[in-house]
């Protein structure tokens, strides 16, 4: 039977005329690190979702975490008849069962596999039961050194830095590391639009030109993980806002579509002129408040922070390293609004941010900015 069947390569390309080619395709599988690189290289995108590294989310005190024994605990066992199909119809039938008994559709089981938990346990060996992020120094690195390094155990321990900066290897800390993405036309573009349209804008009651603005932003979004569409969008967050540039169909002729996406959700004022701030405000918040009871973290919320916490960085340093008080800062114009619609309106992002899964340590940063602001 396997015999005959035709290979992979004719199966994808000639059989079905290579249509992943342009596809964005979910490759579910157990334990799919080992299927997801032989269907990744034939398809525009791929993302992987792995049933076994569900089941140890949902099921961590599971004795083990074979299709099998999974299926069995989960009560979609089937009776095997020895066909290679039966292992995908049970992966398939996993998959539906942690979908619906958890109420959860596909895009948040993506999430969820892919999300660090800080729960999890150590499903093999000597320290099994143990919490990963509790496991002795020397076995984490035996560990690392040991297992394939997409094995779901050392993908924990590398997503958790805290502990993973301390038990990285001399090796690995010597090893040439590739960075996450490299600045394409999206990254450029974005600067050049930025750059063009802020040319005339100044920082707040200062001759600072607005692009360092943009590219603390920017900065920021990179360093706490963003992607290069992110980083783009941050240059071109307040492009909407502040210059003439309002039609968004136009910007996305000059920077995509996935772009404006995060602007236009960063943006609280399409007018000119704006509406009244604290209105503008509080739509602002609401409009916060609805991205983060999102069941997917929705991509404009870092950048949206990254933004709170620039601002209230340069704020709080005019308060540490010049002797202001928020009182001397706060005042109209430049600013729109007085020290205690302010204080309101940082304290609102903090709390908003802080019931977000975004980025903790940026939340933390604009929490201490705004207590050294309104101390
Ligand atoms: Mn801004």
Known sequence: MVKDAPTLDDFITVQHADKFRNSNVLVVAHNAKFDYPMFAPYCAHATQLCTMNLGRKFYPAAPSYKLGVLAKICGVHKVPTHRALDDV???????QHFATANSLSISELIELEQAVDPDAVMPFGKHKGTKIVDLPK????????TLDKDDWVVRQLRNTPDLYIGIRTEAEMTEK???NWQPTDIFLDA????????????????????ISHLLAVSALVIEFGGTEVQAGAALLHDVIED??????????????????????ACTDAFEDPKPPWRERKEKYIVHLQEMIAEPVTNAALLVALADKVHNAETTANMVLLEGLTAKQIFINPPFNAGVDEQKWWYTSLVAEFSKSTVAPKLVERLDRAVKVIFK
């Open 89 to 95: 119809e049970t992966s398939f039938a996993l998959l």
């Open 138 to 145: 020397d076995y984490a690195i035996w560990l690392i050194n």
């Open 177 to 179: 590391l590739m960075p």
């Open 191 to 210: 600067f050049k639009v930025a750059a063009e349209k802020h040319k005339d804008g100044v920082r707040k009651g200062t001759t600072i030109p607005y």
């Open 243 to 264: 210059t003439d540039l309002k039609d968004t169909f136009f910007l996305a002729a000059l920077v995509g579509p996935e772009i404006v996406k995060i602007v236009v």
